[in-house]
Nanobody, 127 residues
Framework: VQLQASGGGLVQPGGSLRLSCAVSQSTVVDHYAIGWFRQAPGKEREAVSGIMVSDGRTYYAGSVNNRFTISRDRAKQTAYLQMNNLKPEDTAIYYC????????????????????WGQGTQVTVSS
């Protein structure tokens, strides 16, 4: 399974960015969620948001709820994360992953082997 992530960059506080993540294998997409995790310098990786491609069920971390919106395109096997009203504390490397949606809800770094991972992309929020 391969995941191709894109997006990220440098933005001022209050700005917006959009991340995308495409999954290569349709059988994975049929049963799994696609989404993002992030890791800030000196901190553990945390779950951000995930979406079931099959039925659209979502997960959001409390810190991003009402600011980030996740969506998916089933035909393209791709998920998108629209990040609005970005804050400096959103600065991190964002990792695209696919796995069971429950994995986002109960995520711990020791669970990393339960996911397939794409490359990380840097998001920096700074004035």
């Amino acid at each position: 399974v391969q995941l191709q992530a894109s997006g990220g960059g440098l933005v001022q506080p209050g700005g917006s960015l959009r991340l995308s993540c495409a999954v290569s294998q349709s059988t994975v997409v049929d049963h799994y969620a696609i989404g993002w995790f992030r890791q800030a310098p000196g901190k553990e990786r945390e779950a951000v948001s995930g979406i079931m491609v099959s039925d659209g069920r979502t997960y959001y971390a409390g810190s991003v709820n009402n600011r980030f919106t996740i969506s998916r395109d089933r035909a393209k096997q791709t998920a998108y994360l629209q990040m609005n009203n970005l804050k400096p504390e959103d600065t991190a490397i964002y990792y695209c992953g696919t796995g069971f949606l429950a994995g986002w809800q109960n995520y711990s770094p020791k669970d990393n082997d339960q996911f397939y991972w794409g490359q990380g992309t840097q998001v920096t929020v700074s004035s």
